[in-house]
């Protein structure tokens, strides 16, 4: 009975959250539905006409941006994602070691996820500018290059120069997890392995990788689903340039809803965009639980 | 008895307060009487130009009093988002200036209201002969009606330097032929100079450019119709443009490398930095010489509207006249009205052009001998050599929102940067981009 009445109680005590966290989440997500299947090109009169699947049919049938961008997406979130794992792998487990000034690194190795986005943004389009940019400068100052490297305006470089800047801004928040992890395996497991012969290489695919792999699939799924709708750091750095090299599909949806007033169309993308992160979200969860069966 | 009256008192009174207070708030009158409006600003937010207009507006409110203006800046790179999203939201401004093709937008979803009044009374009582070009407001006009009434003028000049044309004993160009072997003449990459420098990034500014020549060589987007001739009449014209342009970056290499990242910015920097013979750029680059690089500025010259293989007559060059409009669902119609009649008058504007010189300019030929533009060598050169030739991209039509749609989705900017990185032919990019504004059109 007072289990039942503590109970009630809990629930009435999140339940204002509960409400709030529903409609700001549900609300939008219908509302994003229902544009999809209306016209909605603001354009043109009668913006509320119903025209069912006519925009996701243009996407997946007619448009051929759409899985050009959505191709551009997946390589872009996969190099980040990844980039941004190792990354923060290595860091998390040099600080791990019990060395001098270590909450000094600590505080360091977070730092880029505390500057703002657009800030970012205009840092690396300085670091990778042809004529100013520091980076060409110490290539050339080394005798590394003849000529500027053109990290934004060359297709083949532009993509891989805005996934190193999403991997800088994306291993902070991957290495503080990592990190805690990496804190809670028992040293007793390495000092056994330790005394039984095993090398580091050993101890690490044997010991470490199993005890982090929980938190590491956690990890690295939400960073697939941040990544995959990031918009802030190639609008600016690119504008989905240079020739497309870089649109994705959340700057392709920037573009048809606000510079194209096409607002049912771009929440067809939007919807698309859901459908595809919560397949992926399935697939990698379903291949873990697999896995730890 | 008596604590139950008090506590009805209480209520009924802070009730009606509030419901008094909403009423006021609903037909756009403040707690003070006042009609309150609000004034969106897209393009005179930097700190200067938010400081020469504090003054204009306290002008204004002190010749009406009945009248209170807000005004809220929304960033230029923002201004899509954020009137599509009040389109959306039923919360547009009372008034606002904006981009060159958002009154027609914007009627095209219903949400303007129609300026002919004004326009009426700008035609008897002289206003619209003062303006420099019919084409200032009759591109706001459509479907039988004005829709925004143009208040400043955006020019895109090319700079030179003077200096460096005189070491190679070269005289200013004036057509096309003259103006490449120029810029090859003094490309020069052991002092870092580049013969010419202007953004070809996937952003706006790069199609702006392209817009001029695409004029001077007697192509177009539109017919005097309305009609879409990008990539069919105009489309030999279009494409010879094209190449012009983009040769000077691929063929010639006269340009920085990187220019098919760079926006706005990064060719006006090279250029203010002194490290380029010809620089494409806005009015804007005048007050950055005068304040980053005054020493560069005796240096500096524009250059006369380059004729083109469209001939004389065809000696055009790109410009925006930027407007000022009115919400249909604005409470305050009138006052609104009242302020813009106010605000855009001969004179009235003068401490936002001394502010951010070259940056904007007067639509109205008697502001345009004003001594701040005498006594400023660059702005008198532009506004002889480049103002009275400047028209938008609708040229020769009129009155089509497509343009604003064309122009935010930057249909014809791609074919500038996909030809400068090598990825398409630029017959390849004009036809491409044809056949995305030929959809737009058709719907």
């Known amino acids: 009975m007072l289990v039942k009445k503590r109970a009630r109680f809990a629930y009435l005590m999140i339940l204002p959250s509960m409400v709030v966290i529903t409609l700001l989440t549900l609300v939008p997500l219908l509302d994003g539905l229902i544009v999809s299947i209306q016209s909605q090109d603001l354009a043109r009169p009668d913006p509320t006409r119903f025209v069912g699947l006519a925009h996701y049919s243009r996407a997946l049938i007619e448009d051929e941006d759409f899985w050009s961008s959505l191709g551009r997406t997946l390589v872009w979130t996969?190099?980040?994602?990844?980039?941004?794992?190792?990354?923060?792998?290595?860091?998390?487990?040099?600080?791990?070691?019990?060395?001098?000034?270590?909450?000094?690194?600590?505080?360091?190795f977070l730092l880029p996820w505390v500057v703002p986005e657009v800030s970012t943004a205009l840092l690396w389009k300085w670091l990778y500018g042809d004529e100013f940019g520091i980076l060409n400068f110490i290539l050339k100052s080394l005798g590394m290059i003849d000529s500027p490297v053109l990290w934004l305006a060359d297709p083949a470089l532009a993509m891989p120069s805005v996934i190193a800047v999403q991997i800088w801004k994306l291993y902070p928040v991957m290495f503080i997890v990592l990190l805690a992890a990496l804190q809670n395996v028992p040293k007793e497991l390495h000092e056994a392995a330790t005394i039984d012969g095993a090398n580091s290489r050993q101890r690490f695919l044997y010991i470490t990788l199993p005890f982090i792999r929980g938190t590491s699939v956690i990890i690295t799924l939400l960073a697939s689903i941040w990544s995959f709708q990031n918009f802030?750091?190639?609008?600016?750095?690119?504008?989905?340039?240079?020739?497309?090299?870089?649109?994705?599909?959340?700057?392709?949806?920037?573009?048809k809803a606000f510079w194209g007033s096409e607002m049912g169309y771009a929440a067809a993308i939007g919807v698309l965009m859901l459908v595809v992160?919560?397949?992926?979200?399935?697939?990698?969860?379903?291949?873990?639980?697999?896995?730890?069966? | 008895m008596e604590f139950k009256s008090l506590e009805l008192t209480r209520r009924s009174t802070v009730i009606a307060g509030l419901g008094g207070l909403f009423s006021l708030g609903?037909?756009?009158?403040?707690?003070?009487?006042?009609?309150?409006?609000?004034?969106?600003?897209?393009?005179?937010?930097?700190?200067?130009?938010?400081?020469?207009?504090?003054?204009?507006?306290?002008?204004?409110?002190?010749?009406?009093?009945?009248?209170?203006?807000?005004?809220?800046?929304?960033?230029g790179g923002l201004v899509?988002?954020?009137?599509?999203?009040?389109?959306?939201?039923?919360?547009?401004?009372d008034i606002a200036e904006a981009f060159s093709y958002h009154p027609l937008q914007f009627a095209a979803m219903d949400q303007m209201e129609p300026m002919d009044d004004i326009i009426a009374l700008w035609k008897s009582n002289g206003t619209l002969d003062n303006i420099f070009s019919e084409f200032a407001y009759k591109k706001f006009f459509w479907k039988g009606q004005y829709w925004g009434v143009p208040y400043n003028l955006d020019i895109r000049p090319i700079y030179y330097r003077k200096d460096l044309l005189e070491a190679k004993g070269i005289k200013p160009p004036k057509n096309w032929t003259e103006f490449q072997a120029a810029a090859i003449a003094t490309h020069n990459p052991s002092t870092g100079n580049f013969g010419a420098v202007f953004p070809a990034g996937d952003f706006h500014i790069s199609q702006h450019f392209?817009?001029?020549?695409?004029?001077?060589?007697?192509?177009?987007?539109?017919?005097?119709?309305?009609?879409?001739?990008?990539?069919?009449?105009?489309?030999?014209?279009?494409?010879?443009a094209l190449t012009f342009l983009t040769d000077l970056a691929t063929k010639h290499k006269v340009t920085p490398p990187g220019i098919a990242a760079y926006n706005t910015d990064d060719a006006h920097t090279i250029f203010v930095q002194g490290r380029a013979t010809f620089g494409f750029g806005t009015g804007a680059v005048i007050s950055r010489i005068m304040k980053e690089n005054p020493s560069l500025f005796d240096k500096v010259g524009i250059l006369d509207v380059l004729e083109g293989p469209g001939g004389p007559a065809n000696r055009l060059n790109a410009g925006f006249y930027n407007p000022m409009f009115v919400w249909k669902h604005s409470p305050a119609k009138e006052a609104a009205k009242i302020f813009i009649k106010w605000f855009i008058q001969s004179g009235r504007l003068e401490p936002l052009y001394r502010a951010a010189p070259g940056q904007h300019w007067p639509i109205f030929k008697s502001d345009i001998a004003s001594p701040r533009v005498k006594g400023n060598r660059l702005l008198e050169e532009a506004l002889n050599k480049v103002v009275p030739f400047t028209t938008d991209f609708a040229y020769p039509a009129y009155g089509r929102p497509e343009m604003g749609i064309i122009d935010g989705e930057k249909m014809f900017a791609a074919p500038v940067n996909e030809v400068v990185v090598g990825t398409k032919t630029p017959e390849k990019a004009v036809m491409d981009a044809h056949a995305k504004m030929a959809r737009l059109f058709a719907t």
């Open chain 1, 78 to 108: 996969v190099g980040s994602v990844v980039g941004a794992y190792c990354l923060a792998l290595f860091l998390a487990l040099l600080v791990n070691i019990d060395i001098q000034g270590r909450k000094f690194f600590r505080a360091l």
């Open chain 1, 277 to 293: 992160l919560l397949l992926i979200s399935i697939a990698y969860l379903f291949a873990y639980k697999v896995q730890k069966d």
């Open chain 1, 232 to 255: 802030d750091i190639i609008y600016l750095l690119t504008g989905g340039g240079p020739a497309g090299a870089t649109k994705v599909l959340a700057t392709l949806m920037y573009q």
């Open chain 2, 210 to 240: 392209y817009m001029s020549f695409m004029f001077q060589a007697g192509g177009g987007i539109l017919d005097k119709d309305g009609n879409l001739i990008f990539g069919t009449k105009a489309k030999d014209a279009n494409v010879r």
């Open chain 2, 26 to 75: 609903s037909s756009g009158v403040n707690a003070q009487g006042q009609t309150a409006l609000t004034f969106w600003t897209v393009r005179l937010n930097t700190p200067e130009l938010s400081e020469a207009l504090k003054s204009i507006l306290a002008d204004f409110q002190k010749a009406n009093p009945s009248i209170k203006i807000t005004q809220e800046p929304v960033s």
């Open chain 2, 80 to 93: 899509y988002p954020k009137f599509i999203a009040a389109v959306r939201g039923q919360s547009m401004p």
